[in-house]
């Protein structure tokens, strides 16, 4: 029984880690670089130690510097939040050859679903349908070339020990496939340590559908229903909504029950999500399997009133579940965008200083958020600002609520892709929940100059 969390992160989650922790009564440690000393989560925790200078290299991936950070704190346990080291089964074998408890899934599990052909092969005995693909690594070219003529195309060339786009690259023509090879495996290699590619075939037009598990390690494992994540640029997710407008209750029902059978062949625990891609025809397949807290967790905390970052630690301490399948209810609709500090025609990132910060409020809004007015935005991490999140009885209303919330939504001083998500909820095809993963280009593409 732990009583005080390392958090191995920064940003809007590191502070969500807190105020979880907090409630049930543990103490906290913050880390930060030194271009982080000022940022909230530092202010907020009970206890703040400096891990090294800005590159996140020396710092939140400096695992040295973590543990002495835990050593010296008197730390028992470490929570290590979602990038950086959360899926990392080396890092938490530390953590846990230390003495500390580790809040996650085990090591050998993270292990398992970090490769993606690993993963692949055991969800597939488990039963979930795959994609046609290369059922295990592409060792080189020449093998690559013969498995895409008899699958035909397209393909997607994707890394092994991948994750977020990269090591990831469409193949249309089979003439481009040597190039992309050579393209996605030096990415994968620089992004992962990792070069090794796999091949499957490529779905114009899909969405993006991935369900929440929670299990305890006593075996007892459930859903919490799924998450709608087809707005995304460069495989980057930029809005969430749950329930997925593209599911009826009979394939929510079968989806749900399939990803609990195939994690408990596992013998997963924790919080956990399965990414599945669904085509046109309502067929889904299995994509991957993320063992970590994801950015978008608190759509389904408002649909179903489970506070995720509360259960994952109190399941690392041990407790039950608690809760049946049966117990599970869904309500209502929400909606959350990711808010960052980027163009929101280039994309490009906007480092600075905010001058002027006025988050919106009222009734089913939420905003989860580590920025305040004269805090200055770093290029050296990721650019999310925040999450606004909106829950309504019903997706049009949350719209409504959506629209009204981003209107009120004042960040000044650097660029945020607030714009862009105005502009989505002008699209017809997001109003009418009838859109797919190509949907972040349809709406830039009259914004777009052309020539």
């Known amino acids: ?20 922790a907090r409630e049930l009564g543990l103490a906290t440690v913050a880390v930060h670089s030194t271009a982080d000393a000022e940022a909230p989560h530092v202010r907020f925790a009970d206890e703040s130690i400096c891990i090294g200078p800005p590159a996140a290299a020396d710092s939140y991936l400096n695992v040295p510097a973590l543990m002495s950070a835990a050593e010296i704190t008197g730390a028992d346990a470490v929570h290590p939040g979602y990038g950086f080291l959360s899926e990392n089964a080396e890092f938490a074998e530390v953590v846990s050859s230390c ?30 349908p795959l ?35 990269r090591g990831m690259k469409i193949v249309r023509e089979l003439d481009q496939l040597p ?12 992004a992962f340590g990792n070069g090794e590619l796999y091949l499957e075939r490529y779905l114009d037009g899909p969405r993006h559908i991935e369900f929440q598990v929670l299990g305890d390690s006593q075996g007892h494992l459930i859903h919490l229903g799924e998450r709608e994540c087809s707005v995304q640029r460069r495989h980057q997710k930029l809005v969430e909504e749950a329930p997925s407008p593209a599911l009826s209750p009979a394939l929510r029902a079968e989806m749900g029950e399939r990803t609990v059978e195939a994690l408990r062949s596992v013998g997963y625990s924790s919080v956990g999500t399965v990414e599945y891609l669904l085509d046109r025809e309502g067929r889904y397949y299995f994509m991957e ?23 994952q630690i109190r399941l690392a301490r041990g407790e039950a579940l608690g809760r049946r399948q049966e117990d599970i209810t869904f309500r209502g609709h929400a909606i959350e ?41 770093v290029p050296f991490y990721d650019s999310l600002l925040a999450k606004l999140v909106v829950y309504a009885e019903s997706r049009p209303v949350a719209l409504r609520r959506l629209e009204r919330a981003l209107n009120e939504f004042v960040i000044e001083g650097i660029e945020t892709n607030l714009p862009f998500h105005q502009w989505l909820l002008e699209h017809p095809g997001f109003a009418e929940g009838r859109y797919d993963t190509g949907v972040v280009e349809e709406v830039l593409a009259p914004l777009t100059p052309s020539g």
């Open 1 to 20: 029984m732990f009583k005080k969390i390392l958090i191995a992160n920064r940003g809007e989650i590191a502070l969500r880690i807190v105020r979880a």
């Open 99 to 128: 003495g500390l408890c580790w809040i996650g899934p085990p090591p050998e599990i993270i292990r398992l679903m970090g490769n993606k052909v690993r993963a692949r092969e055991a969800m597939q005995a488990a039963g979930l």
């Open 131 to 165: 994609l046609p693909g290369s059922g295990g690594p592409v060792h080189d070219i020449d093998e690559a070339v013969a498995l895409a003529e008899t699958l035909g195309g397209p393909l997607i060339l994707k890394a092994s020990a991948g994750g977020g786009g």
């Open 179 to 190: 190039k992309l090879f050579a393209t996605a495996a030096a990415e994968a290699q620089a």
């Open 289 to 311: 399997t993320n063992t970590r807290i994801q950015v978008e967790h608190p759509v389904t905390e408002m649909i179903t009133g489970i506070d995720l970052v509360r259960e």
């Open 337 to 377: 965008v990711r808010v960052n500090a980027e163009s929101p025609r280039t994309w490009a990132p906007s480092p600075g200083v905010i001058r002027g910060y006025h988050p919106p409020g009222g009734f089913g809004v939420r905003v989860d958020a580590a920025i305040y007015e004269q805090y200055r935005v």
